[in-house]
């Protein structure tokens, strides 16, 4: 074992290094939040309304107002379905700046409303979140990360400070952790009520209606018929399912390797059984029937047990490999032997994904690159054990007992 261990230093090294890449990958994909998504590009942005004087003005988010009703009737479609629901907008980037001095960043700016911090939490460093009259009136009140907090102020707790959004001053309220990851554009985050941003001058880059699902009650189903009454071009999304893609290839490569060990314990104990009658033909030429029943019986049960527990094992593993077609039902054509059937089911499941517009929030971006450096990764793990395991079977045959190896001769 020492020289096999010294002779393979590079192979073990890189499979410990796959796995690592592995498990990275399956914590970060595990992580992201579980919840659908739709996103859309905002209409029209620019409105007419009345100032205080009775003045037509224009009103830039005017139209954010009216996405609060339906999405209330979403809402409402949802119940029982998914809970909680949640409206947010975002500008990407929004400029903003300090009220005292002439400088400003470049940020992500998240209109969220009082179901978001379900959804999406994030930690408090310092201050407080907004209260139910904020989300309600739309006060001017925002959080930052502490990033952003130290680029404008220089330091990390500027609570009750001004910041300039747009042509609005907020007042800081609360500092949260830098929320910067794989998927995000800016280097800074900023998130304000939604209802402030609907007389604002910063125009949305994207409004997004999530919701998280009730387990067992089809919700995937309801969203995408409920959000299709928002009447806004967009794309819709199940995280959920985009992570259980992540994972396929990782679901695969154990699979495959449980099917590859477990066929070998049921060759070893083949091996094992053709022995033991061997053995029990032998002795019965010293030996009475009746003597060596107990001897049988009891290596019998042996193999009987371990048979049992290879069959459950590929059982188990077979269910495992299966799961998927309850998430990916839209992959199973009607008739699985009809190539007409099968072609257009792929192409079904193809149309959405091959449209000229894709809107894509972080959190999918985010799950498709931990995805891809898991195919790459398992993939690499693949051809590593596969090196591994011929090696052992060229080399390694004396792992079986000698009678055995003998018994396979």
């Not at 400029?95 to 005292?100: E, F, L, V, Y």
């Not at 910067?180 to 125009?203: F, H, I, N, T």
Request: proline share 4%; charged share 20%.
């Amino acid at each position: 074992m020492k020289a096999f261990l010294k002779s393979h230093r590079g192979l073990l090294a890189a499979l410990v290094l796959c796995a690592a890449v592995i498990t990275y990958a399956g914590v970060e994909l595990s992580a992201t939040p579980q919840n659908f998504q739709r996103v859309f590009l905002p209409s029209e942005q620019t409105s007419t309304g009345t100032d205080e004087a009775g003045q037509q003005e224009p009103k830039t988010n005017h139209y954010l107002r009216e996405l609060i009703d339906k999405a209330q009737t979403v809402t409402s479609a949802l119940d029982g379905s998914c809970d909680p629901v949640s409206l947010y907008a975002v500008a990407q980037p929004a400029t903003i700046g300090m009220k005292k001095e002439n400088q400003s960043v470049s940020a992500r700016l998240v209109g969220i409303d009082n179901q978001y911090l379900s959804l999406e939490e994030f930690g408090l460093l310092s201050g407080r979140y907004f209260y139910p009259d904020e989300y309600l009136y739309g006060d001017k009140v925002a959080l930052i990360d502490e990033q952003l907090a130290v680029a404008l102020f220089q330091y990390a707790e500027p609570i009750l400070e001004e910041l300039t959004i747009g042509d609005e001053t907020y007042r800081i309220i609360g500092i949260v952790r830098d929320q910067k990851r794989v998927g995000d554009e800016m280097e800074y985050s900023a998130y304000v009520p939604y209802r402030s941003l609907m007389a604002s001058s910063v125009k949305m880059t994207a409004v997004v209606y999530e919701a998280a699902p009730v387990k067992g009650s089809g919700g995937w189903a309801a969203f995408q018929n409920a959000v299709a009454t928002l009447g806004e071009v967009g794309t819709t999304v199940s995280l959920p399912k985009e992570t259980m893609n992540g994972l396929l290839p990782l679901r695969l490569l154990g699979v495959l390797t449980g099917a590859i060990v477990a066929m070998y314990l049921i060759s070893v104990l083949n091996h094992a059984f053709r022995w033991l009658v061997r053995r029990y033909k032998e002795r019965l030429r010293d030996e009475y029937a009746v003597k060596l029943l107990g001897w049988v019986v009891l290596r019998g049960l042996g193999l009987a047990v371990g048979y049992g527990v290879c069959a459950f094992a590929l059982a188990q593993l077979f269910v495992v490999l299966i799961a998927p077609v309850f998430t990916f039902p839209e992959w199973v054509p009607a008739i699985l032997v009809e190539p007409k059937d099968i072609v257009a089911a792929f192409w079904n499941v193809w149309q959405k994904p091959a449209a000229v517009i894709e809107l894509r929030m972080p959190e999918l971006l985010r799950i498709r690159f931990y995805a891809r450096l898991m195919g790459w990764a398992c993939g690499f793990a693949a051809l590593f054990l596969s090196a591994l395991w011929i090696y052992i079977r060229v080399q390694f045959n004396g792992l079986l007992p000698e009678n055995i190896r003998n018994e396979e001769d």
